[in-house]
């Protein structure tokens, strides 16, 4: 029997991960929801709660112009700034139920340790995200590109362009972690690998026909399965 000859290649690029903030990492869409009902309220605006929630996940502003064309409520541009003010002021009264999702903080530290780059993306504000850095145990230089430092957000490829510039590495080498059918959308349009997560209250079909090619529960899920996206634990060699 003839011996094996091992053939040389180049060494495959290294996984990176781009994380989505609310319904990803931190248990924070309904407060989202029920912050922009309330900042509706103000403006004598009636919406469904449902129909607020499946446009979490968009910038405020492409919130407000699906608002408008759902609706037929004409808003100034000074009311439209209004109304994502009283958001952002909505949000913060309910910070303190906020919570980390299941395995969350877990799934960023084993990464670390198992030498794995990643940065977070998400289409809120500093003012609103920022605290999420605290409560997932994250210190404060962590790499996260919020909406203040793009010019778009989902379902634009901004956000996850802009995490791979500040990783310095090319996103058609990342891997995309979301909960919403906009940050799949994103992931494709910037040519990174999707990666649904069901903790934010779409459905698997749903992530899966906008571009996830894995679905899991929650962060916790995706930790216990990382092998399945080539993240090897330290005692697995083959």
Do not use: C
């Not at 912050?35 to 929630?53: K, M, P, T, Y």
């Amino acid at each position: 029997m003839s011996e094996t000859t091992q053939i040389n290649y180049s060494d495959p690029v290294p996984p990176v991960f781009l994380f989505d903030l609310d319904g990803t990492l931190i248990d924070s869409v309904y407060q989202h929801v029920i912050a922009w009902r309330n900042a509706l309220a103000e403006l004598d605006i009636d919406l469904s709660v449902w129909r607020i929630h499946r446009r979490i996940g968009m910038s405020g502003g492409l919130f407000v112009a699906a608002l408008i064309r759902e609706t037929g409520v004409e808003l100034t541009a000074e009311q439209a700034a209004s109304l994502q003010r009283a958001h952002a002021r909505e949000y913060l009264k309910q910070h303190a139920s906020v919570r980390p999702l299941p395995g969350a903080a877990d799934l960023l530290h084993t990464l670390t340790e198992r030498g794995v780059t990643w940065a977070i993306a998400t289409s809120g504000r500093r003012e609103t995200a920022g605290s999420a850095l605290e409560l997932l145990g994250l210190p404060e230089d962590t790499p996260m590109i919020t909406r203040d430092l793009v010019r778009h957000a989902k379902p634009d490829p901004d956000l996850f362009l802009a995490a791979a510039a500040r990783l310095n590495v090319d996103p058609r080498h990342t891997m995309i972690v979301g909960d919403s059918v906009w940050d799949l959308l994103a992931a494709r349009r910037a040519g990174g690998l999707g990666i649904g997560l069901l903790s934010g209250g779409y459905g698997r079909e749903e992530l899966e026909r906008t571009g996830a090619y894995r679905v899991y529960t929650d962060p916790r899920d995706m930790l216990e399965r990382l092998d399945e996206i080539g993240v090897r634990s330290p005692a697995v060699t083959e």
